[in-house]
């Protein structure tokens, strides 16, 4: 008797043990925006972001902007003292109005389109993803969600470019601000919004076998923020694929960089692109911006970042 009644016991065990196998409990998830508001505040680490930002204009570094040649064509850039700069080797400097310089030590060819260029926010300057698909031959992919600008986009016409009406959403919940632009030029967005790892698969580009440069360049108006945190917590896979980073970076309150969460998204960003992902700063220049939007939030100002910009563009290269 005893050992039928073990035989059911077990059996029964056994039965609920492969219950569990086949329909294992959901560990709960952590939303973006619990880890953002339980995200231990590291002044450190801001102010290492900082320093990197404002250490072109000390006294200390001065004599290091015109070592090389290419600090000799963009005197405001490319310091190489710091372990999160990088010095470029391979440098072209700005060719347009309203283009980028390019670091090609990473660009594993600069023909026979082996480069795939991701470009969103195009406003009217088409100087960069022109450059790009003509000088270059990459295949160009140019995003821009602004009602107004629709149209004149649309007639761009240059080869090896595809225009999107589009942009780079980030809605992550309460503490996103959805990409939401907050320059009254960009205020009418209707083009559909997606994140970079949507907008990837959607165009076939996240196969581990295309071993094209990829570059990715944004300037969204302090949406950079939302969009990289999103790529941080969500989609980290998307920026290990990314070799080359071209961004402006807003640091206004009117561009997005309000309260204590956006400076979570500033402080998570260099954690992200910097450490945990290895790109490292060759290029840097000050970009004053619109008059009213020279100013800084509140406390980057008293950790030091100026107030009398609104933005800095960054060169950014792998180097891990």
């Known amino acids: 008797m005893r050992t039928r009644t073990h035989k059911v016991v077990a059996a029964v065990v056994l039965f609920f043990v492969i219950v569990k196998l086949m329909n294992p409990t959901k560990q709960p998830v952590v939303d973006a925006c619990t880890q953002l508001e339980n995200l231990p505040v590291d002044e450190e680490l801001r102010k290492t972001f900082i320093k990197a930002m404002m250490e072109p204009f000390s006294p200390e570094t001065a004599q290091w ?25 391979h440098f072209v400097p700005q060719k347009a109005h309203h283009s980028w310089p390019l670091c090609f030590d990473r660009l594993k060819s600069k023909s026979n389109s082996k480069c795939l260029v991701y470009s969103f926010g195009i406003d009217n300057s088409w100087g960069y993803d022109d450059m790009m698909a003509k000088e270059y031959n990459c295949e160009v992919h140019s995003f ?18 595809t225009f999107h009406y589009g942009g780079l959403s980030s809605n992550f919940g309460k503490c996103s601000r959805a990409g939401a632009w907050s320059d009254e030029r960009h205020d009418d967005m209707d083009g559909e919004m997606r994140t970079l790892a949507e907008w990837m698969e959607s165009l076939g580009h996240t196969t581990k076998d295309d071993e094209r440069t990829l570059i ?26 990314v070799d080359l980073i071209q961004l402006e970076i807003h640091t206004s309150p009117k561009l997005q960089m309000v309260d204590q969460l956006d400076l979570k998204k500033f402080q998570a960003f260099f954690q992200n692109v910097f450490v945990d992902h290895g790109f490292r700063l060759w290029y840097h220049h000050n970009n004053l911006g619109n008059p009213t939007h020279r100013n800084v939030q509140s406390e980057l100002g008293e950790m030091g970042l100026s107030g009398e910009r609104c933005c800095y563009e960054l060169g950014l290269v792998r180097e891990m």
């Not at 090389?68 to 372990?83: F, I, L, M, T, V």
């Not at 990715?216 to 950079?224: A, L, P, T």
């Not at 990289?228 to 920026?239: H, I, R, S």
């Open 216 to 241: 990715f360049k944004i300037d969204c108006e302090g949406c950079e923020w939302d969009a990289f945190y999103q790529m941080a917590v969500q989609t980290p896979e998307v920026l290990r694929r």
């Open 144 to 161: 821009d969600p602004t009602k107004n600008l629709k149209e004149a986009h649309e007639n761009h016409k240059v080869p090896n470019i």
């Open 65 to 89: 902007w015109t070592k090389g040649a290419q600090r000799q064509q963009e005197p405001h850039c490319c310091w190489d003292k710091s372990p999160i700069t990088y010095a470029c080797q």
